[in-house]
């Protein structure tokens, strides 16, 4: 008799600990990753993060590519 109290308590301990585990790793990947700022290629419009934007006075572009067309379009 004691021997199987002991197990069920054991195995009432692991359950509960197996939740509270799932329910801090459930909220730990709920949070949102560090939100990226979009910025506007003026050339193609597409969308590119910040960090990879390329900048260049008040408009950023998606590519050096973009940027030379759009200076050839629009001048320095
Ligand atoms: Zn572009």
Same mark, same amino acid.
Do not use: G, N
């Given at each position: 008799m004691g021997l199987i109290r002991v197990l069920v308590l054991a195995?009432?301990?692991? =359950? =509960?600990?197996?939740?509270? &585990?799932?329910v801090t790793s459930?909220? $730990?990947? %709920? *949070?949102?990753?560090? *939100?990226q700022r979009m910025?506007?290629?003026a050339h193609c419009g597409v969308h590119v993060p910040e960090h990879? %934007?390329?900048? +260049? &006075?008040d408009? +950023?572009?998606?590519?050096? %590519? +973009? $940027?030379?067309a759009w200076l050839e379009q629009h001048g320095d």
């Open positions: 195995l009432l301990i692991y =359950v =509960v600990w197996r939740l509270i &585990k799932s459930r909220q $730990r990947s %709920a *949070t949102p990753p560090d *939100t910025l506007r290629c990879l %934007a390329l900048p +260049h &006075k408009v +950023h572009f998606c590519s050096s %590519a +973009h $940027r030379e």
